[in-house]
């Protein structure tokens, strides 16, 4: 029912930005708590970031903080993610994913809708 579609990703030299977007077709973002999750080749889906409903608490992976920053435009239905200082260890296909509840390390089988994965390659 609802629908997440990324967009943003691509090839990045260490040291560089990228912004992802993630814009929910049904619903509203104010409805459901957002966040971004990640994988690589061979490895679990893990957690990046996430915002509640409201936008006003933000988490983050240790590993991210202080380089990556999730915000949501709730008018526009888009949650935003951030990314500077991009190292070679953040190479992943990003997800967005939306749910229910708010957790400041959420696990992946929190959310019932996810996004179908957007590639973020960074070189060295």
């Known amino acids: 029912q609802v629908q997440l579609e990324e967009s943003g990703g691509g090839l990045v030299q260490a040291g560089g930005s990228l912004r992802l977007s993630c814009v929910v077709s049904?619903?509203?973002?104010?409805?459901?708590?957002m966040a971004w999750f990640r994988q690589a080749p061979g490895k679990e889906r893990v957690f990046v970031a996430a915002v509640n409903g409201n936008g006003r608490m933000t988490a983050y992976t240790p590993s991210v903080k202080g380089r990556f920053t999730i915000s949501r435009d709730v008018a526009r239905n888009t949650t935003y993610l951030q990314m500077n200082n991009l190292q070679p260890e953040d190479t992943a296909v990003y997800y967005c994913a939306a749910g229910h509840t708010y957790s400041s390390y959420p696990s992946p089988s929190m959310f019932g809708s996810w996004g179908q994965g957007i590639q973020v390659t960074v070189s060295s």
């Open positions: 049904a619903g509203t973002s104010s409805t459901y708590g």
